[in-house]
């Protein structure tokens, strides 16, 4: 009788909730589904409740873990790849130095991969998404903070400490730059993020004259959002248009200078801010010609993320699949 294909066990760790999924081995999406993340008691219970919903979901397939290759996870953080421990954790209430690796394998006794989230996102990409198979790609992910993961010949670039791929503290405003999380000035993640734009906006707002859409809601204490701008820039609306404008600057500069530095196939665009579409994209590829080292501007496609919410998943399993079904 022939084995059962193996499935893989995906999981994208994140401050609100943890999405998990079954793979096959061609990367397709077997089942997908959440659970809240339980940061209580110093994130005690994460590891445990990932390894129930992975069993109750198995059991609930008439299924068992032989049917497992192995687990991918992607984690919020700086990774040291050699254990699996993640240096520091902002949003999930884990001690520094969290044996994130060892603690899940106890927990399943399964074989675990742990990588940075963006990472995967950037695996998932490649893999299934807008990179098409591309073995040289950037993604960036635009979402409350700006992320990043790079891929070269096939592999993830992690660099000395994990931090390879920090798109978003690249310095993009170096006179009057606002103060980012990192503790610098100036960094993309600061006008580039939907925070970074609302910052923008309220910035041009504060001095711009009525007339506008965005200046009218500003005026009556009404929050404003990165889609709102985007909205109303669609509509016509100059000062939005004009704020979009120079958010798409920051993010073509600093996308030229990445791509003069790897001379992607494709640098995939994801997270929120994305949903923009055109209204950010066009203008954000204007730029990146503009500052880009000629043949890198000619032959480095920008596009927007395909996979949404599931590159994280599928990027995991891509490391899986790596890792471990050469020892099959």
Known sequence: MMAKEKWIAAVDLGGTSVKLAFLNMDGEILDHWSIPTDRSSKGRNI???IAKSIFETLQAKQETKDRLLGIGLGAPGPIDYSTGRIYKTVNLGWEDDYPLKQELEKETGLPVVVENDANCAALGEMWKGAGNGAANLVCVTLGTGVGGGVIANGDIVRGAKGAAGEIGHIVVEIEDGFSCNCGKKGCLETVASA??????AKVELERADSGSILKEKFNANQDISAKDVFEAADGG?????????RVAFYLGFALANIGNSLNPDYIVVGGGVSNAGSTLLDPVRKYFKQYAFPPVGEST???RASLGNSAGVIGA???VKKEFSREQ
């Not at 925070?195 to 923008?200: A, D, E, H, M, N």
């Not at 100059?238 to 404008?245: N, Y």
């Open 301 to 303: 496609k920008i596009e």
């Open 195 to 200: 925070t970074g734009i609302v910052r923008l």
């Open 317 to 319: 399993g891509w490391l």
């Open 47 to 49: 590891v445990p409740d």
């Open 237 to 245: 609306d100059d000062l939005a248009k004009r704020i979009v404008d």
